[in-house]
T-cell receptor, first 112, second 114 residues
């Protein structure tokens, strides 16, 4: 089983739609959680951290469910510019070094 | 100017050649990382360095070596390149003093080994 699993998509949605991605992780001791965005052939960029209480940044809402070991990202009012691959990232506790474990990503395509 | 830079951005080479990829950062971060990305796979950690004298192997270090020449510079070498090392390579940095774990990536190097 992969440490971080995501539906690869693609999710094809019209502008203005609401879309949600889920991600599951296998290590119950994981400490930190992030969503990164990656445009085609570009570097991953931090979209937002995911906190236990859930957090919102404009049109983006991230939630964490530790009991079920999944993380979600909700995008409201989708824009064409939201088209990208969204990477779920988890930091398992490992003593002195908290490495990042990346999911393979979920591709989103927003069309007019 | 970009905070994390990588050179070259694209490279085509032949099997058996030695290749060096370079990474520089102006963020003042102490930790640096090298990843590779293959289509359909998550980023895989090759090597990481906590400071100039602390270098560690990641998940897929075989066939690679690194050098941390200064806090701001971290190079990745392929001693004898092979075709399955064709991939997109990213350098990343993080700041251990913040207590946070997010990493910041360079623009990537696209390497093709023929």
């Amino acid at each position: 089983r992969k440490e971080v699993e995501q539906d690869p998509g693609p999710f094809n949605v019209p502008e203005g739609a609401t879309v949600a991605f889920n991600c599951t992780y296998s290590n119950s001791a994981s400490q930190s959680f992030f969503w990164y965005r990656q445009d085609c052939r570009k570097e991953p960029k931090l979209l937002m951290s995911v906190y236990s209480s859930g957090n919102e940044d404009g049109r983006f809402t991230a939630q964490l469910n530790r009991a079920s070991q999944y993380i979600s990202l909700l995008i409201r009012d989708s824009k064409l510019s939201d088209s990208a691959t969204y990477l779920c990232v988890v930091t398992p506790f490992s003593g002195g070094y908290n490495k990042l474990i990346f999911g393979a990503g979920t591709r989103l395509a927003v069309h007019p | 100017d970009a905070d994390v830079t990588q050179t070259p951005r694209n490279r085509i080479t032949k099997t058996g050649k030695r290749i060096m990829l370079e990474c520089s950062q102006t963020k003042g971060h102490d930790r640096m990382y090298w990843y590779r990305q293959d289509p359909g796979l998550g980023l895989q950690l090759i090597y990481y360095s906590f400071d100039v004298k602390d270098i560690n192997k990641g998940e897929i270090s075989d066939g690679y070596s690194v050098s941390r020449q200064a806090q701001a510079k971290f190079s990745l070498s392929l001693e004898s390149a092979i075709p399955n090392q064709t991939a997109l390579y990213f350098c990343a940095t993080s700041d251990s003093s913040t207590g946070r774990f997010e990493q910041f990536f360079g623009p990537g190097t696209r390497l093709t080994v023929l």
